[in-house]
């Protein structure tokens, strides 16, 4: 029982730290990088992933266990997974729309863009891939943790963006540039947990 | 028999995401103004970016809201605006469809050309290099940026200088805001003759640079019996609300930089 709470927590400290998606990983770049403007955006951005990953997780996880490998379709499971991940996201749309309009309109191309989003398609295959992820339990667990680091990862990354603003920066380094060299840098310190 | 598992397996799965969703759509439906899609129906779609709005839906919402006017849509024809002022319950109001023109003649064989530019062969790179490759400052540089902006496939490069056709053309200036030079006018369609010409050097300068640009000569303002031309800058300015349209400008320019009306 120890053992088993014991992994999980290491489930949940690797999604969130040591195998942060974005900084060890380098997976869903894209929203990171378009969505990071503004402290309120990147946490709302974090959520709706936090929410289709963590749905995504779920549904993959029990359509693999219960109708992929049991028919051995394991092939189809990068279609069957983008298909689901896609009809997911259409869903939180919708949803978004109705309740949350203001963030809606302020995630823009970046919520359907989370379709194509490979942090989430990358959550999904590497529970089905990796052996230790044998209980839907755990493959929640990895899921929603690899979500939190996302969001930790674009929200931090929001707060250095914001703060940017006001700095001095050289003329050569505005805009793009100085936001990858943050971007490394935080990853850099990330890799400092790993150890 | 084994292809139909996964057929089938996927059909499943394909099917029970499309009932979700079905339900989703009814759940999560939001009570839209139906003149919305009705307005949005009638703009052309093209997204130009004409309106000063994000697109056609946008505008079209934008018009419902009252924030636009019902002829906002510059790509719009004539019943179509009266069809969406219908909608609105407004008068339609009558507005004097736009064309855009490009205000240069220097063809290859008329500019002179300062370098061979060897690079990325868009305008506003070449542009970016000592204000363009050709002599003149004021030169369409024709490596078609217009061109690639167009929505409505109007704009073409016609031997080394931009041109738009003028029955595609609706005047919405998405060119003339990515012209690197600003060479590109938007003229109400009815104007009927325009000088295609943009550079304000003294004409002896002029005609070092380009044997096609405008040298100030005043001769047409002085033939022009509405008195529609003046010579402002070294070059010859056309006001559309006198001008007749006799062409007796074109005829009497040295340079035949002043052109009728397609």
Known sequence: MNNYLMGLLTIILGGLFTQNFIFSRFMGICPFLGVSNKTST?????????????????????VYQYLLLPLSLTYLKTIVFI????????????????????????????????????????????VVDTYAYQTLAEAIIFNFSAALGFTLAIVLMAGVRERMENAPIPEFLKGFPIVLISAALIAMSFSGLSF | MTILIPILAFGIIGLVMGIVLAVASKLF?????PREEQIAELL???????????????CAAAI?????????CPGCNKENIAKIAEIMGVAAVEREPNVA?????GTIDKANYKYYFDGSKTCKDVAALQGGDKMCAYACLGYGDCVKACNFNAMSVENGVA????????????????????????????????????????????????????????????????????????????????????????????????????
């Open chain 1, 42 to 62: 990147a946490f709302g951005m974090g959520m709706a992933v936090t929410f289709v990953m963590t749905l995504a997780g779920t549904v993959t996880y029990l």
């Open chain 2, 64 to 72: 419902v809201k009252g924030e636009a006017k019902v002829d906002a």
């Open chain 2, 163 to 262: 041109r738009a056709n003028e029955e595609l053309c609706v005047g919405c200036g998405v060119c003339a805001t990515v012209c690197p030079k600003q060479v590109i006018e938007i003229l109400p369609k009815s104007s009927p003759v325009t000088v295609l010409c943009n550079s304000k050097d003294k004409g002896a300068q002029m005609k070092a640079l380009c044997s096609a640009g405008c040298i100030g000569c005043k001769i047409c303002e002085k033939t022009c019996e509405a008195g529609a031309i003046k010579v402002e800058d070294n070059l010859a300015k056309i006001d559309v609300t006198l001008c007749t349209g006799c062409g007796a400008c074109v005829e009497k320019c040295p340079k035949k930089v002043i052109s009728m009306a397609q």
């Open chain 2, 101 to 105: 023109r490009v205000k240069c003649s």
């Open chain 2, 44 to 58: 052309p779609g093209a997204n130009c970016g004409g309106c000063g709005y994000a697109g056609c839906s946008a």
């Open chain 1, 83 to 126: 298909f689901i991940i896609a009809s997911l996201v259409q869903f939180v749309e919708m949803a978004l729309q109705k309740y949350i309009p203001s963030l809606y309109a302020a995630l823009g191309i970046y919520l359907p863009l989370i379709t194509t989003n490979c942090a989430v398609l990358g959550a999904v295959l590497l």
């Open chain 2, 29 to 33: 439906y939001i009570e839209t103004d």
